[in-house]
Nanobody, 118 residues
Framework: QVQLVESGGRLVQAGGSLRLTCAAS????????MGWFRQAPGKEREFVAS????????SYADSVKGRFTISRDNAKNTVYLQMDSLKPEDTALYYC???????????WGQGTQVTVSS
């Protein structure tokens, strides 16, 4: 059974930093592309960042480019999202996701809440 468990979300002031963690189990982690998404109240879920398998090629939404960094540790089956220079508009429920050989994302975590106060 595949599980993606996010952690690290909390209340933080604008300009601050957070590191989100997603621990994966039940899959051969190194062969899956991993991603982070977020959903703010009243809005649709949106792509934040992704990282490919062993090569670790990354992609970012324009809104977070230069402030967020995605990374992975294949030995620990973990993907991270380092978030710096946080803004109130970054407030959302952040989800971890996994996909392999498809455009759509196959597995999703339950999310971790990030709240940025002004």
């Amino acid at each position: 059974q595949v599980q993606l468990v996010e952690s690290g979300g909390r209340l933080v002031q604008a300009g601050g930093s957070l590191r989100l963690t997603c621990a994966a189990s039940g899959l051969t982690f190194s062969t899956w592309t991993m991603g982070w998404f977020r959903q703010a109240p009243g809005k649709e879920r949106e792509f934040v960042a992704s990282i490919t398998t062993i090569g670790g090629s990354t992609s970012y939404a324009d809104s977070v480019k230069g402030r967020f960094t995605i990374s992975r540790d294949n030995a620990k089956n973990t993907v991270y999202l380092q978030m710096d220079s946080l803004k109130p508009e970054d407030t959302a429920l952040y989800y971890c996701a996994a996909r392999r050989f498809t455009v759509s994302w196959t597995y999703w975590g339950q999310g971790t809440q990030v709240t940025v106060s002004s």
